[in-house]
């Protein structure tokens, strides 16, 4: 059966084609009663559905976003879909999600589909593999908003948490315990600023307390292979350190899984602070200390800077950076020393 069109809608109501169009895009003050009765009823009889593709040919417009995440699945990266979602909607927007698993062959052909669909802006957490993609549509006016990843040489609008702030209150924390040999599990930095900022808290805690740094404390995730060096083989050597500082949550999994299965005990042989919220923390038999994110308030912060862009009467406007305070929530994993 052929799809209803707009003219046989005016046809069916006895209308001019104009007036249903003006009736669909809510500029019907001026209508009669009867007029938008006829048109209302037309519509609900031949089931008409306005095709969004070719309205937004017209108004240049499809009052729609798209939304690139790593992983939809992710502990935060859902809260922080609901951020964006929820504001989105009170703004009359809708969304469009794509997952890209790691994937940057994934990310870019996602980045190209949204852009050919016409989608009013972008915002994603990238791989930052496709800097140069991002920079081009930057480059063009089209609108993006990256979060929670920052990378060098990409100057877009972004969203992120205080990661140099929440690093360096953790590692005090730590400190305060009486531990001095504290182990960073961190992946790679590769260009990621946002591990560099970890890092760099890290290393301000330390400083300020007059630590001396030790690179060999500094230890490699990767998520294809987990750890370079094993946990359990660094608490068996010499000088091994008191306690671990996780910077994701996947690494905590990871350590928590491999310090269960070699039966060392937390916090009594070591302390443990992670970076990011873990699931269902309160059923741990030792909650672990966090430093906890708000990733719906990063979902909402990235959906208003996008909007703001949007309807910003003025382009070329600098990229703007906005900072949301962690916060550290202190459990039972952490054990003093003194």
């Known amino acids: 059966m052929t799809k209803p069109r707009i003219i046989d809608v005016?046809?069916?109501?006895?209308?001019?084609?104009?007036?249903?169009?003006?009736?669909?895009?809510?500029?019907?003050?001026?209508?009669?009663?009867?007029?938008?009765?006829?048109?209302?009823?037309?519509?609900?009889?031949?089931?008409?559905?306005?095709?969004?593709?070719?309205?937004?040919?017209?108004?240049?417009?499809?009052?729609?976003?798209?939304?690139?995440?790593?992983?939809?699945?992710?502990?935060?990266?859902?809260?922080?879909?609901?951020?964006?979602?929820?504001?989105?909607k009170k703004s009359n927007y809708n969304v469009l999600i794509y997952n890209t698993d790691f994937n940057e062959t994934v990310e870019r052909r996602s980045l190209i589909t949204l852009k050919q669909m016409r989608v009013d802006g972008i915002i994603i957490t990238s791989t930052g593999k496709n800097i140069d993609l991002i920079n081009e549509y930057l480059a063009s006016g089209f609108p993006i908003v990256q979060f929670q990843l920052e990378y060098e040489n990409c100057h877009s609008n972004i969203v992120l948490s205080d990661y140099r702030g929440g690093a360096e209150k953790a590692t005090e924390h730590l400190i305060k315990l009486g531990h001095q040999r504290i182990a960073f599990l961190t992946q790679p930095?590769?260009?990621?600023?946002?591990?560099?900022?970890?890092?760099?808290?890290?290393?301000?805690?330390?400083?300020?307390?007059?630590?001396?740094?030790?690179?060999?404390?500094?230890?490699?995730?990767?998520?294809?292979?987990?750890?370079?060096?094993?946990?359990?083989?660094?608490?068996?050597?010499?000088?091994?350190?008191?306690?671990?500082?996780?910077?994701?949550?996947?690494?905590?999994?990871?350590?928590?899984?491999?310090?269960?299965?070699?039966?060392?005990?937390?916090?009594?042989?070591?302390?443990?602070?992670?970076?990011?919220?873990?699931?269902?923390?309160?059923?741990?038999k030792v909650p672990v200390t966090v430093v906890q994110q708000d990733p719906y308030r990063l979902g909402e912060e990235s959906a208003t800077l996008l909007l703001e862009n949007l309807h910003a009467k003025v382009s070329g406007v600098e990229a703007k950076k906005v900072v949301i305070p962690c916060n550290l929530v202190i459990r039972d994993s952490c054990q003093s020393l003194d």
């Open 189 to 284: 930095f590769e260009g990621n600023l946002s591990r560099t900022e970890r890092y760099q808290g890290y290393c301000d805690a330390l400083k300020a307390y007059k630590i001396e740094h030790d690179p060999s404390l500094i230890q490699y995730w990767q998520r294809d292979y987990g750890f370079k060096v094993s946990p359990i083989d660094t608490l068996k050597r010499d000088n091994a350190p008191t306690a671990f500082f996780t910077q994701h949550l996947a690494i905590t999994t990871d350590l928590l899984k491999q310090l269960h299965q070699a039966d060392i005990r937390i916090p009594e042989q070591v302390s443990i602070v992670g970076f990011d919220e873990i699931p269902m923390v309160e059923m741990f």
């Open 10 to 88: 005016a046809n069916q109501a006895g209308v001019s084609k104009s007036t249903v169009s003006q009736y669909l895009n809510g500029r019907f003050g001026h209508m009669s009663v009867s007029t938008k009765e006829k048109i209302r009823m037309a519509i609900a009889e031949l089931d008409y559905v306005p095709n969004p593709i070719a309205r937004s040919l017209k108004s240049d417009k499809t009052k729609t976003i798209g939304v690139v995440v790593r992983d939809i699945s992710g502990f935060n990266t859902s809260r922080v879909l609901r951020g964006i979602d929820d504001y989105c």
